[in-house]
T-cell receptor
């Protein structure tokens, strides 16, 4: 039982390149989230999903897109990467009660 | 979202109890109090949550003030592995989002 798995774990992008971060969960949880964490700061919500086929904007959605075509997967896309998007990205899943389960993060550097 | 206030940092000796405070004077009746911790280079980890009554689990205890305007996370015997940033978060029962602050960085020394 892996919980929440994020791929890749590390990535370096050039400015203007695009990429997709994958979050997969094996807990059958309805809710999924993408956060970013900059050095010395708490996590900020980018986008989230309350169920398959639904997405919603969080606190810092600009420059990102998401899709939840399957319940177990939540994808985060960067259309045209910028240095300001250098961060650690965390995915989380939540069943509706209790606690959230977070992945181990994707460290992204945009040069 | 209602705000929480936590000390930036705290220190504890190993095998001593640790009391991590959190103030949330604007808490509403539908806000749950959640605690998460984040070990270095890892994602946040759920610790405990409660609404009105004190709660205990294998990781910690949560003591909630009678007026709910403050709470305390209690680690009964701190170990070096408990060194982390601890986040106190209010989550409305109708909301599906967690909003993180900057938390309390706990240092544990021998």
């Amino acid at each position: 039982n892996a919980g929440v798995t994020q791929t890749p774990k590390f990535r370096v992008l050039k400015t203007g390149q695009s990429m997709t971060l994958l979050c997969a969960q094996d807990m059958n949880h309805e809710y999924m989230y993408w956060y970013r964490q900059d050095p010395g700061m708490g996590l900020r919500l980018i986008h989230y999903s309350v169920g398959e086929g639904t997405t919603a904007k969080g606190e810092v959605p600009d420059g990102y897109n998401v899709s939840r075509l399957k319940k177990q997967n939540f994808l985060l896309g960067l259309e045209s990467a910028a240095p300001s998007q250098t961060s650690v990205y965390f995915c989380a899943a939540y069943p509706g009660v209790g606690g959230y389960t977070f992945g181990s993060g994707t460290r992204l550097t945009v040069v | 979202d209602a705000k929480t206030t936590q000390p930036n940092s705290m220190e504890s000796n190993e095998e001593e109890p640790v009391h991590l405070p959190c103030n949330h004077s604007t808490i509403s009746g539908t806000d749950y109090i959640h605690w998460y911790r984040q070990l270095p280079s890892q994602g946040p980890e759920y610790v405990i949550h409660g609404l009105t009554s004190n709660v205990n689990n294998r990781m910690a205890s949560l003591a909630i003030a009678e007026d709910r305007k403050s709470s305390t996370l209690i680690l009964h015997r701190a170990t070096l592995r408990d060194a982390a940033v601890y986040y106190c978060i209010l989550r409305d029962i109708t909301a599906s989002k967690l909003t993180f602050g900057t938390g309390t960085r706990l240092q544990v020394t021998l």
